[in-house]
Each structure stands twice: as structure tokens, then as C-alpha cells.
């Protein structure tokens, strides 16, 4: 899992420096958010039924069994993302199953929104609480994906190492998401090729303007008033 914080760290370092749409928003001296986004090919419905699938997405090297297949989400409230350690049964050796609850679920709004309150990997040792929210929105080119992790509380790693670290298995994660559902645009996990003189030149001469970039939406943006949405359904 994420015990081994060395080995994190460094993929974080790593990812960053790939053409990703990832980042640490925040710091504190008690916590930080990390905010990641993708545009998928999928419709809502399809994104949804994967999202509520992490089997099929979820990176093995990020479970504690070692296996995604073990992994079960349950959208409801109160429902829990776990994960389940088989048993073992071996000649020398009997163990019972086990499980472990990465997350739980406080908010599922099918095709629209999962939020999920739980500390991930090397958090789970600390006092901390995390708020996960998956927003699903659709836009022109398909339908958008903002992933925010939002942890608070007193914690003995040094915020800003382990936040870069939890943000780059975030990007991970998400990647393997937005792979299984056809790509458009968002976190990417191979490294940015090298780039030639000339062409890194070219590309800043293309940079836009202040005026002309884009703003990104906030995952406020993107969750919306969903209480005054279904009023008005």
C-alpha cells in the first residue's frame, strides 16, 4: 500500500513532472488538498458504473491485499469502499479473511457526484480526516471527471512531502479510471517526452495570455447546488 513513503514520494516527483491536470491546491500546517481533473469519452451513466467499480481501475500496488480485484465500493450512504484480505491456506500456514474500509461513502448522487470520508494509506495511522468528492459533469467534448482530496488534521509526515506524494497516487488512480473509459484529455502517468530547443521555444511563444487561459472550474463548480437541482426536477 502506501506504507512505503520513499517509494511514493518519488512517484509523486515523478508525475509531476508529466502534462498532467493535477495539483497540490493547499497547504497547512495541519492538512492540504490535492485536485485532480480528466475529460472522458464515456457518457455520466458509464462513468458512474465504473467509479462504483474500482476493481477494474483501482492501481493493485495501492491495495493492501496487492490484488484491485479485491476492492468493493457499496454507493450509498453509509456504504463502505473496502477491501477484502483472503484468507490463506496453506499447509504450514491458516489464516481467516480480513478486510480493511479505505472510505466511507456520505454522499452518492448517481451519474453526478461521490464523496467519501476516510484517510487514505499512510493517513489511515494518523489523526486525520479525509473528504474525497468525485464530481461528474458533461461538457462538449464528453463528460468531465474533478477528483478533490481534502485532508485535515495532526499528522507526523511533513505536510507538503506527503501531500505531493497522495496527489501523485490520486493522479494515478484517476488515470486508471479515465483510461478504462476512453480518454480526452487529463493525468497522464508516463513521463512528458524531451522536449527539442526549438520546440520548447515554439511553445512558449504559444502560451496564452492571462486573458485568453482557460479558467478551471472548482469542484464546487463542478459538484453544483445539488439540492436545488433536484428541486427543480
Known amino acids: 500500500m502506501l506504507n512505503n513513503l520513499t517509494r511514493i514520494i518519488a512517484l509523486g516527483g515523478a508525475l509531476a513532472a508529466a502534462p498532467v491536470q493535477a495539483e497540490v491546491t493547499r497547504t497547512t500546517d495541519n492538512g492540504f ?23 477494474d481501475w483501482w492501481n493493485s500496488d495501492h491495495t493492501w491485499s496487492g490484488d484491485a480485484g479485491n476492492l468493493t465500493l457499496m454507493p450509498q450512504a453509509g456504504g463502505c469502499f473496502c477491501e477484502k484480505i483472503p484468507e490463506v491456506d496453506e499447509p504450514d500456514r491458516f489464516t481467516l479473511e480480513g478486510s480493511v474500509e479505505h472510505m466511507q461513502v456520505i454522499q452518492a448522487y448517481p451519474e453526478s457526484a461521490l464523496r467519501m470520508r476516510g484517510a487514505l494509506g499512510p493517513l489511515q495511522s494518523e489523526p486525520v480526516t479525509g473528504i474525497l468528492t468525485i464530481a461528474i459533469s458533461e461538457v462538449d ?42 480518454r480526452v484529455s487529463g493525468p497522464q502517468t508516463d513521463l512528458a517526452p524531451q522536449e527539442e530547443v526549438g520546440d520548447a521555444e515554439a511553445a512558449e511563444d504559444e502560451t496564452p495570455s492571462d486573458e485568453e487561459e482557460e479558467t478551471k472550474p472548482s469542484v464546487e463548480d463542478a459538484f453544483g447546488d ?8
Open 33 to 55: 488538498t490535492t485536485r485532480d481533473e480528466a475529460v472522458v469519452e464515456a457518457t455520466p451513466k458509464a462513468v458512474w458504473l465504473s467509479l462504483i467499480s474500482p476493481a
Open 141 to 182: 467534448e464528453g463528460t468531465r471527471i474533478v477528483w478533490e482530496y481534502n485532508v485535515g488534521g495532526e499528522m507526523r509526515y511533513e505536510v507538503a512531502e506527503i501531500a505531493k506524494a497522495v496527489d501523485g497516487v490520486m493522479s494515478q488512480q484517476l488515470s486508471g479510471l479515465v483510461d478504462k473509459l476512453g
Open 226 to 233: 445539488l439540492s436545488q437541482e433536484a428541486e427543480l426536477e
